[in-house]
């Protein structure tokens, strides 16, 4: 499976596989626990970039 998603990741297939080409060849990837995602959204960090997420604590309720 791993083999699978580094392929797909890196777009070396023919084809795309899935119906949705959102991670086709989008290079490299990283795992974020979901309790680490937590922790930086809730500091102001955007926990795929690293960088300063302004709508940090903004609700919608």
Same mark, same amino acid.
């Given at each position: 499976?791993?083999?699978?998603?580094?392929?797909?990741?890196?777009?070396?297939?023919?084809?795309?596989?899935?119906?949705?080409?959102t991670?086709? $060849?989008?290079?490299?990837?990283?795992?974020?626990?979901?309790?680490?995602?937590?922790?930086?959204?809730?500091?102001?960090?955007?926990?795929?970039?690293?960088?300063?997420?302004?709508?940090? $604590?903004? $609700?919608?309720?």
């Open positions: 499976m791993v083999e699978f998603l580094r392929l797909v990741f890196s777009g070396e297939p023919e084809a795309c596989p899935f119906s949705d080409a991670l086709w $060849g989008t290079g490299a990837q990283k795992f974020v626990h979901w309790q680490e995602e937590r922790r930086l959204l809730e500091s102001g960090v955007d926990p795929w970039t690293g960088e300063p997420d302004p709508p940090a $604590g903004v $609700g919608f309720e």
